[in-house]
């Protein structure tokens, strides 16, 4: 799996978008961008993956650079529920393999 | 998504002794993934079960510790053995299942106190 860098921690006012950047310079052609959460202790929940294109959904949008080295996990509007660790993963799809975490970025949404 | 059933979800143990945590779910999966995540830290993964093979374990894991059973395609076991203070953690299980992208998902944790 290409290794990825994120910030270790970012705050966000409430309702403002919350952009949580990702570097992953070595990612291979066929690798997708995953994007984890983990709020206090519960498993991780997907939030949103893509490979090249922009993806959305109805909690974020991923942003994927058009030379794929880096994205941009967006919350539009974040709330103080969208406090979590976020995890950005770059892993082949349907790889049978177990998804390898990193640090992730600790996400504080102040009121 | 697939949904992950995983029991108990939180215990308090005494040192020495063990705890069998339970992973079920919903539809037949090929692979079960278990992760330990140590207070504070992220998670790291501890084995690989395939039905009908035995587990296969990351460096730092070893068998005898963490024993895992897998009798079918949608349940397998953690066990943790002799237990210490260091093994106080969050276990979880996860699976692959590619229904419209969702990927990998996880079911809840155990919360495991050991004193």
């Given amino acids: 799996d290409a290794k990825t860098t994120q ?44 490979l090249k294109n922009n993806e959305t959904n109805e909690m974020a949008s991923l942003i994927i650079t058009e030379d794929r080295k880096s994205s941009t996990l967006i919350l539009p509007h974040a709330t103080l529920r969208d406090t979590a660790v976020y995890y950005c993963i770059v892993r082949v799809a349907n790889s049978g393999y177990a998804l390898n975490f990193g640090k992730g970025t600790s996400l504080l949404v102040t009121p | 998504s697939a949904v992950i059933s995983q029991k108990p979800s939180r215990d308090i143990c005494q040192r020495g002794t063990s705890l069998t945590i339970q992973c079920q779910v919903d539809s037949q999966v090929t692979m079960m993934f278990w992760y330990r995540q140590q207070p504070g830290q992220s998670l790291t ?10 587990a296969t374990y990351e460096s730092g894991f070893v068998i005898d510790k963490f024993p895992i059973s897998r009798p079918n395609l949608t349940f ?34 155990t919360r495991l106190t050991v004193v």
């Fill in chain 1, 7 to 50: 910030p270790p921690s970012m705050d966000c006012a409430e309702g403002r978008a919350a952009n949580l950047p990702c570097n992953h310079s070595t990612i291979s052609g066929n690798e997708y961008v995953y994007w984890y959460r983990q709020i206090h202790s519960q498993g991780p929940q997907y939030i949103i993956h893509g």
């Fill in chain 2, 45 to 54: 993964l501890i084995a690989t079960a395939n039905q009908g093979s035995e």
């Fill in chain 2, 76 to 109: 397998s076991t953690l066990t943790v053995s002799n237990m210490s203070p260091e093994d106080s953690s969050i276990y979880l299980c996860s699976v692959e299942l590619d229904r419209g992208g969702y990927g990998y998902t996880f079911g809840s944790g």
